[in-house]
Nanobody
């Protein structure tokens, strides 16, 4: 059974940093591109970042480019999202997902809440 489990969310002040992690199991992690998506309260899903299978290529939405870094450790079957210079508009539930675009992602984690507030 494919499972994705996020961790690391919480409350952070504007301008602060947070690192999310996502542990994958039940599939060969290294064979899939992985992504982070988020959903703010009352809004739709927003793609955040994607990393290729080997980690050699990454892509980001314009809203997070330069502030967030996606990475992976295939030996640990774990995906990461380092978030710096957090803003109130980054507040959302963050999900990791298997796949490289919202239209093709087939498995999602339950999500972890990121709250940005002073």
């Amino acid at each position: 059974e494919v499972q994705l489990a996020e961790a690391g969310g919480g409350l952070v002040q504007p301008g602060g940093s947070l690192t999310l992690s996502c542990a994958g199991s039940g599939f060969t992690f290294s064979k899939f591109a992985m992504s982070w998506v988020r959903q703010a309260s009352g809004k739709g899903l927003e793609w955040v970042a994607t990393i290729t299978r080997g980690g050699g290529s990454t892509s980001y939405s314009d809203s997070v480019k330069g502030r967030f870094t996606i990475s992976r450790d295939n030996a640990k079957n774990t995906l990461y999202l380092r978030m710096n210079s957090l803003k109130s508009e980054d507040m959302a539930v963050y999900h990791c997902a298997r796949g490289d675009s919202i239209n093709t992602m087939d498995y999602w984690g339950q999500g972890t809440q990121v709250t940005v507030s002073s």
